[in-house]
């Protein structure tokens, strides 16, 4: 970029702002302040921005928890795949520490508008609410007790289902903004939904289109779902409800924000809770991790396991599911940064007992891609369980109406009496959805922190 297209361009923010606060409804920056940045220093930044970011911390923190449940490879290193692609995704951000609006000057004029669209949206929602503290639940590092486990089940997806609303505005002024002037994304209803099927590995993206399916879906989920989410709030509610309205009562879960339909009915959905396993394991295992294991965890692990077919289809018979990871004290240093120093339950609910059965056995079939050794212990098994031997410890299955219970690395005496506390906690009838830290959903908001994303701009 020349040194007066960049003039041009900064010129520019001061329309593109009003452009953007006359699309969302909410009151305009008085002025926002602007940078253009080369390679090495937006490189700089994302370094430091992956250092320090709690949301960032926890990718690196859940890593091998993705690998003991399959979402990611054994041998696959995440902290520089992420930045390489990072480095090759971004197209600008909005920082809300520092007030600035970072422009690229590798990018082309005619799509840095757009992009300035977007980011600017972000710099009219820090006004209106403050991202900083309006997006975080303040929570760091790993729970270690009970009530600090129930705390984080139900708030903590907080963070990433908020990133999917403020992406997901941005989203809706990006497109207004490029539409053909006087058109908006309401003469298109049908692209919110239609962004939902886009694939991330087709865009062109040499990095992208080698990332596993885990990055590449949670790369563009806030753009795709959360701009379907939006677009069933403006088509509901008008610019009021998809704006302001969603801002001051933003969805909790990650359900939610699949589901609008549930948002805006306030649709009650059975709550799975995480027993209290700390005196039966915490003299033997150092919490590591827990969270909510959601419909998009379980749409990328049975699309891995099964087939695209199979994840689209199991996806919405999902009704809630929690895990619990302890990482084993008498471990090695070198054994702590691999899957195997983990022991891991996870409880599942599904829609029907067929759709319970169908993912236990997906579930099951997949377990010889993450072991070896595997090898079914029929003799000690009892009704309703399924005993696997593998090489990191005992897996146990237990299928009980629409419930799946799993355990991998506990060893089977362990592993029962967690099942048996898990099914003692959980409650029936109708009541709000756990709508903690979950998985893959947690991996989409962190991402989307770091600025607007070049498979967003293609995927329109």
């Keep these: 970029m020349t040194p007066e297209q960049a003039r041009q361009l900064f010129l520019s923010v001061d329309d593109i702002m009003a452009f953007a606060a006359n699309d969302t409804g909410l009151p305009p920056v008085v002025k926002v302040k602007r940078k253009l940045l080369n390679r090495d220093e937006v490189n700089a930044y994302l370094v430091k921005s992956f250092d320090e970011d709690e949301g960032a911390k926890r990718l690196q923190q859940s890593e091998i928890v993705l690998k003991k449940f399959g979402l990611l490879n054994r041998d696959f290193n995440l902290r520089p795949f992420l930045l390489s692609l990072l480095t090759e995704q971004i197209a600008g951000f909005y920082d809300p520490k520092t007030k600035f609006v970072n422009l690229l000057n590798w990018v082309p004029v005619e799509?840095?508008?757009?992009?300035?669209?977007?980011?600017?949206?972000?710099?009219?929602?820090?006004?209106?609410?403050?991202?900083?503290?309006?997006?975080?639940?303040?929570?760091?590092?790993?729970?270690?007790?009970?009530?600090?486990?129930?705390?984080?089940?139900?708030?903590?997806?907080?963070?990433?289902?908020?990133?999917a609303v403020t992406e997901g505005q941005a989203m809706v002024v990006f497109i207004d903004y490029s539409l053909p002037k006087g058109k908006t994304l309401a003469d298109v209803p049908e692209m919110g939904e239609a962004m939902k099927d886009s694939s991330a590995a087709a865009s062109g993206s040499p990095v992208m289109a080698r990332a596993p399916l885990l990055l590449q879906r949670s790369l563009v989920f806030p753009y795709t779902d959360g701009l379907a989410f939006e677009q069933a709030l403006l088509v509901k509610g008008g610019k009021a409800a998809a704006f302001a309205g969603a801002l001051a009562n933003p969805p909790s879960s990650s359900f939610e924000v699949i589901h609008p339909g549930a948002y805006l009915a306030r649709a009650a959905v059975p709550v799975l809770r995480l027993p209290n396993v700390h005196p039966l394991l915490d003299a033997e295992y150092e919490p590591y991790d827990l969270g909510v294991m959601g419909e998009l965890d379980v749409e990328i692990m049975a699309s891995l396991f099964g087939g695209e077919d199979l994840g689209k289809a199991i996806a919405p018979e999902w009704r809630g599911g929690v895990y619990w990871a302890g990482q084993r004290k008498a471990a090695t240093a070198e054994e702590k940064k691999t899957p195997g120093s983990l022991g891991l339950f996870y409880l599942s609910r599904w829609k029907t007992e067929e759709a319970a059965a169908t993912f236990q056995k997906m579930y099951k079939a997949q377990l010889a891609r993450k072991y070896s050794g595997v090898s079914e212990r029929t003799k000690d098994e009892t009704e309703r369980e399924i005993v696997m031997s593998t090489s990191e410890g005992d897996v146990?299955?237990?299928?009980?109406?629409?419930?799946?219970?799993?355990?991998?690395?506990?060893?089977?005496?362990?592993?029962?009496?967690?099942?048996?506390?898990?099914?003692?906690?959980?409650?029936?009838?109708?009541?709000?959805?756990?709508?903690?830290?979950?998985?893959?959903?947690?991996?989409?908001?962190?991402?989307?922190?770091?600025?607007?994303?070049?498979?967003?701009?293609?995927?329109?």
Excluded: C, Y
């Excluded at 998985?439 to 922190?449: K, N, Q, S, V, Y």
């Design 111 to 163: 799509e840095q508008k757009p992009v300035l669209a977007h980011e600017l949206t972000h710099a009219i929602q820090d006004q209106k609410v403050g991202l900083e503290k309006w997006s975080s639940n303040g929570f760091k590092g790993v729970s270690k007790t009970a009530s600090e486990d129930a705390e984080r089940v139900v708030t903590d997806e907080m963070e990433t289902s908020r990133q």
């Design 396 to 460: 146990l299955m237990v299928l009980q109406g629409k419930d799946f219970f799993v355990s991998e690395g506990f060893p089977l005496a362990t592993a029962r009496k967690i099942r048996d506390l898990a099914a003692g906690v959980q409650g029936v009838g109708p009541m709000r959805m756990a709508a903690g830290p979950e998985l893959t959903f947690g991996m989409a908001g962190a991402l989307a922190r770091f600025g607007m994303m070049k498979a967003g701009m293609e995927l329109r």
